[in-house]
């Protein structure tokens, strides 16, 4: 009876492409998703399409002169729903789909590629100002206003004869009311470092021994509670942010879902405790955490300290031969799913019983 309440992962849409495929996105309040990639000849492409029943429909395709990396819409109002974009020539540029020819913002954020953006403050989720944060291959983290002209509003760069390393992800946290604020970043040779925004200071860093390959807070708009970071080696670690101790920084578990690297992780929006990792074997895995009896004890010294809880499979799938890169669930169908994969294929997945979790 157990195995009959398990959630199964359903493909329900496959649609081949004829580019490489690096972000997709489903669009807020609709039936729509983008995919985001480069073209063989080396230019970016935006493409969007509509779900009607067991199809895709293709309903434009925007080519742009650079290869577009990532993509977010968290910075944006409902009404308006633009799309804000990280390319491979270290751009950062604002579409309305409506309107796609020129960017409504553009600047040239990062001297190389733009690996990882997240967004905030838009489509009602998060208090404070819209922000998007970008994190690049130069090695510096940055926060942007698009209200705002050509600066950054926060730069988080290595200091004066610190090596650069390559930032592969950054995600906004802790925005739960006016003035909090946080990025984690996640970094080539497995550090993962905490920006405050509101000290504009290093709140907190720690090293996990394998490139970063994802890190995402469970929710932006809240009070922090837990942050999952993926990386090369297969592992992911599940970090309990309530509770930060002076030395000893947030307690963690970590899993080992599978031989080969976890590229992304993304939380269900409608149950915080359950996400899902995508794999380079082309697997994806459905996991929950259970928190611990108590979430914070008191160490020698009476200090509080963390209590890291556990994580449980629900379930995997094999969809792919390549690896599966990018990953999104619809904010308003619960179980809808879209991921994307080197075998330039897009997927449209049902998960099935998550109300029963």
């Known amino acids: 009876a157990a195995g009959l309440e398990r959630p199964q992962v359903v493909s329900h849409v496959q649609q081949a492409l004829n580019y490489t495929v690096f972000d997709c996105k489903w669009v807020p309040r609709s039936a729509r998703l983008l995919c985001l ?3 063989a000849r080396g230019t970016g492409l935006i493409q969007l399409y509509e779900l009607h029943g067991a199809r895709l429909e293709l309903l434009r395709e925007i080519e742009k002169p650079k290869p577009i990396k990532c993509g977010t819409f968290g910075a944006t109002s409902l009404q308006q729903r633009y799309l804000a974009t990280g ?4 751009n950062l540029n604002i579409w309305n789909l409506e309107a796609p020819e020129i960017p409504v913002y553009s600047v040239k954020g990062h001297k190389e590629i733009i690996n990882s953006i997240d967004g905030v403050g838009g489509l009602g989720i998060g208090e404070g100002a819209p922000e998007i944060v970008t994190g690049s291959r130069d090695g510096t983290v940055k926060v942007w206003d698009p209200r705002q002209n050509d600066t950054p509003v926060a730069n988080m760069e290595p200091v004066q004869g610190e090596s650069k390393r390559d930032c592969w992800t950054v995600a906004f946290g802790n925005a739960y009311n006016q003035e ?3 990025v984690c970043a996640g970094y080539d040779n497995g550090d ?3 920006f405050d925004l509101k000290t504009m200071s290093l709140r907190w860093e720690t090293n996990i021994k394998n490139g970063v390959c994802s890190v995402e807070f469970d ?3 809240i009070n922090m509670n837990k942050l999952v970071a993926t990386s090369l ?4 670690h599940v970090f309990d942010m309530r509770t930060q101790h002076p030395t000893k920084g947030f307690a963690s578990v970590s899993e080992k879902a599978q031989k080969s690297t976890i590229w992304q992780v993304r939380h269900l929006p409608q149950n915080r405790d359950i996400f899902m990792t995508s794999g380079g074997s082309g ?3 459905l996991w929950k955490y259970e928190y611990p009896a108590q979430r914070s004890k008191k160490d020698s010294e ?3 300290m963390g209590v890291a809880g556990s994580v449980s499979l629900l379930q995997n799938v094999t969809l792919s031969t390549q690896p599966i890169s990018s990953l999104d669930w619809s904010p308003d169908k619960k179980g809808l799913c879209v991921c994307g994969a080197f075998d330039q294929t897009v997927r449209v997945l049902i998960v099935t019983k998550l109300n029963k979790i």
């Open 283 to 285: 697997s994806l895995h």
């Open 37 to 39: 990639g480069s073209a």
């Open 180 to 182: 909090e604020r946080v």
């Open 219 to 221: 929710r932006k708009d």
């Open 192 to 194: 993962i470092k905490l």
């Open 302 to 304: 009476g200090s509080e």
């Open 87 to 90: 390319d491979f020539g270290g």
């Open 233 to 236: 080696e297969g592992k992911f």
